[in-house]
């Protein structure tokens, strides 16, 4: 059901890459197959919600954040922005407005940044490159602003240094500045902390909460760690290859997870105590197939120690298990 309050939704995203087959599949314009990177995901955010998408590697989690931010294009399904039907939408300028309201965080801040830029001028950059500022004056402004923001206090003592000059830590508050210099609505963040020590880490979580209570804005949390994801979402989105197996508040995914997948990821954290799930699957074996080869059937059942035949078959629908609690699985109709 879209919600009134949705600063984004996606509707049934795919994102197919085709394989170049070998030479008969070319003779015979024969199709050689497709990569599902990401295969029919309904997905919203609100307005001020902080949304974590979690999965292993493999999962099409990177992707769906590309297809939000518009830097890789869906092959099927629509994305919605505050309504607004942006899935077609391409172009540097008919997307300036867009990018301006929708930015991304990366997870390697020293690839992100440009080496022979200072700070300032790395904050400055989607500033002039959106034409948000009338002057000299109000850039410094802005940048200082975001500095601040992020962290980074006094600005005046970030804004000549090198990224060379910067830990780690002050490295990604950088690339945070970066992101909110242009006070977007909504921050996709793919994996912004996974590159630094637990220490830092917490202060970075705790930036990216204090900006959404401060500017009630939205962000989608890509990770691998299902305790993180728990730190900072209202609620947490599993994603295995390419599809979502369960959704809901970050706690019941956490703490009642209804779907085996979510249930091995959380046996897998023991940080987190109290497992109730822990006697009743396995630790998690294997890794996420490749996405050129979903398999029939429940796309997890290869790895599931609870599969029986309808998984082979069949691959279950998205069903309630409880409030706002969303699980694919047939274990759900018994
Ligand atoms: Fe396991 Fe079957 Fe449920 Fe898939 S549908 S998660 S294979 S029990």
Redesign the pocket.
Known sequence: MPDAADILRLESIKVHFPIQGGLFDRVLNRPAGAVRAVDGIDLNVRRGEIVALVGESGSGKTTVGRVITKLAQPTGGRLLFEGRDMTSVQGTSALRPYRHRVQMIFQDAYQALNPRHTVFDIVAEPLRSLRLVKNGTQLAERVSEALAAAGLNPPGDFVSRFPHELSGGQRQRVVIAGALAVRPELIVADEPVSMLDVSIRAQILQVLIDLRDKYNMALLFITHDLPLAWLIADRIAVLYLGRLVEIGSADEITFNPR???TIALRNATPQIGGNPCRAELPALQGEVPSAARVPKG?R??PR?P???DR?RQEE?PTVEVGSRHMSA???NER
């Open positions: 779907h085996p997948y429940c997890f059942h599931c609870l599969a029986f998984c279950p699985c047939w274990l």
